[in-house]
C-alpha cells in the first residue's frame, strides 16, 4: 500500500512517515524543502530501516504534480505541505492562499484525475477561535479566522468537503491538531524552525539553550487560574499515530461519510506559566522568562473534547507532558551537537 505524503520531511510529516512505515506502509515524500533539510530521510532510515521515496516537489506545479502521478500508484495521500506561520501570514496572505490553497486544488485535481481515493488534510483548532463552552467538539461553531493561514485552513475543509460532495470516490478527513509539540523518542527527528521560533516550545527551548536571552509570556490577565492562555498541547507521536489511523480507516472503507473531521487533542488545558514549569522540573533546566503584552490575535483557552475521535478512531492521545518535555529536550540537546 503506497502513500503520497506531501510536506513529510517537516516536523508532523516526518513523525507520520515512520509511524506508516512502522506499520507496514510503502511511503513517497513530496517536499519542496522550503522549511526543513532532505537530511532527513537519513533519519527516518536510521528509525525505521527504511528510506521512503522522495521527490523535490512544489505543489503550485500542476506540471511536476502530474509527473509525479504519471510515474506512481498511490492508494491515498497524506497532505501537510503548507506554510504555518500565522504572524506571516499576515503581512504575506497571498503567499498563503497560494502555498496552501493552490497546493491543495491540485492536488486533489491530480487525485481525480488519476483514481486516488482518499486524501488526509491537516487541518487546526484555530477553525474555531475562541469558543463560546469548553472543551470543544467537532460540534462547535466554526468562526471567521483571525488570520489568513487560519482561513486557509478553514478554506481547505470547505475544499475537502465540497470535493468529496462532488467527485465520486474522493473520500477526505481533516484531522483538526491543537498545540503539536515534543520530538521522536530517538531524539533524531523533530521541530527544527528556520530563524526566530513563533511558537511557545521552539521559543522556550532555544532560551533554556542560552541560544535566546528571555521568554516572552504573552499576557497574565486572561481568564485562566493563573492569567496566563491555555491550550491543548499533543505529542507529536500521538497526533502521528491518528494519520495512521485515519489511512486505514480510509483503506478499510469504514468512513461514514465522504468527509470526516475529527479534533486530535489531549483534552487537557496547560497554560503557558505551566509549561515551563514542567519543562523546567522534568529537565532540570531553568527557563529565564518575563510577563509581556498579550500577542495580537491570541485567544485565550482552549481544549479539545476526545470522545469522537476515540468512538469513531479507536485513538487516544498516550503520551504525558512529561513524555512531551523531555522528548523535546532531548531533540533540542541533540541539534544543538
Ligand atoms: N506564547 C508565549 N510566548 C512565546 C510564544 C508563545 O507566551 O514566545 C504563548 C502564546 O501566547 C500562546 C501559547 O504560548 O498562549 C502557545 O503559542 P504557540 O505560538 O505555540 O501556539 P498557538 O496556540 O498560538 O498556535 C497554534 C498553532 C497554529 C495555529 C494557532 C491558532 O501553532 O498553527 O494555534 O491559534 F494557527
Not at 532527513?40 to 516537489?57: E, H, W
Not at 489511512?247 to 479534533?263: G, H, M
Request: proline residues 4%; contains cysteine.
Amino acid at each position: 500500500m503506497s502513500i503520497l505524503v506531501t510536506g513529510g520531511l517537516g516536523y508532523i510529516g516526518s513523525h507520520t512517515v515512520v509511524e506508516l512505515i512502522q506499520a507496514g506502509f510503502s511511503v513517497h515524500i513530496v517536499d519542496d524543502l522550503s522549511n526543513t533539510e532532505e537530511g532527513v530521510l537519513d533519519r527516518i532510515l536510521q528509525i525505521t530501516g527504511t528510506k521512503p521515496g522522495f521527490t523535490r516537489l512544489d505543489l503550485k506545479s500542476e506540471s511536476d504534480l502530474e509527473r509525479l502521478f504519471e510515474g506512481h500508484v498511490f492508494e491515498g495521500v497524506i497532505h501537510f505541505a503548507a506554510s504555518k506561520s500565522v504572524g506571516e501570514s499576515a503581512t504575506d496572505p497571498l503567499l498563503y492562499y497560494q502555498n496552501n490553497i493552490l497546493g491543495l486544488v491540485n492536488l486533489i485535481a491530480c487525485m481525480k484525475k488519476h483514481g486516488v481515493p482518499n486524501i488526509v488534510f491537516s487541518s487546526s483548532c484555530t477553525v474555531y477561535g475562541q469558543p463560546d463552552v469548553l472543551p470543544v467538539t467537532e460540534q462547535t461553531p466554526i468562526k471567521p479566522a483571525e488570520s489568513p493561514y487560519g482561513n486557509t485552513k478553514k478554506i481547505g475543509e470547505d475544499i475537502l468537503r465540497d470535493s468529496s460532495r462532488a467527485y465520486e470516490g474522493i473520500h477526505s478527513i481533516a484531522l483538526r491538531y491543537f498545540n503539536p509539540i515534543g520530538a521522536h523518542s530517538s531524539a533524531l527527528i523533530g521541530e527544527k524552525p528556520k530563524g526566530v521560533p513563533n511558537n511557545l516550545m521552539p521559543y522556550l527551548m532555544q532560551v533554556a539553550t542560552g541560544v535566546r536571552e528571555k521568554l516572552s509570556v504573552f499576557g497574565d490577565d486572561y481568564d485562566t487560574p493563573d492569567g496566563t492562555a491555555v491550550r491543548d498541547y499533543i505529542h507529536v507521536v500521538d497526533l502521528a499515530k491518528a494519520h495512521v489511523i485515519a489511512v486505514q480507516r480510509q483503506l478499510n472503507k469504514k468512513q461514514k461519510t465522504a468527509y470526516e473531521y475529527f479534533n486530535l487533542g489531549s483534552g487537557s488545558g496547560y497554560s503557558v506559566l505551566e509549561i515551563i514549569q514542567s519543562f523546567e522540573k522534568i529537565n532540570g533546566v531553568k527557563v529565564n522568562h518575563e510577563i509581556t503584552a498579550r500577542r495580537a490575535g491570541d485567544i485565550e483557552k482552549i481544549y479539545a473534547d476526545n470522545t469522537y475521535a476515540t468512538e469513531e478512531l479507536g485513538w487516544t492521545a498516550q503520551l504525558s507532558l512529561d513524555d512531551m518535555m523531555s522528548s523535546a529536550w532531548n531533540w533540542q540537546l541533540k541539534l544543538k551537537d
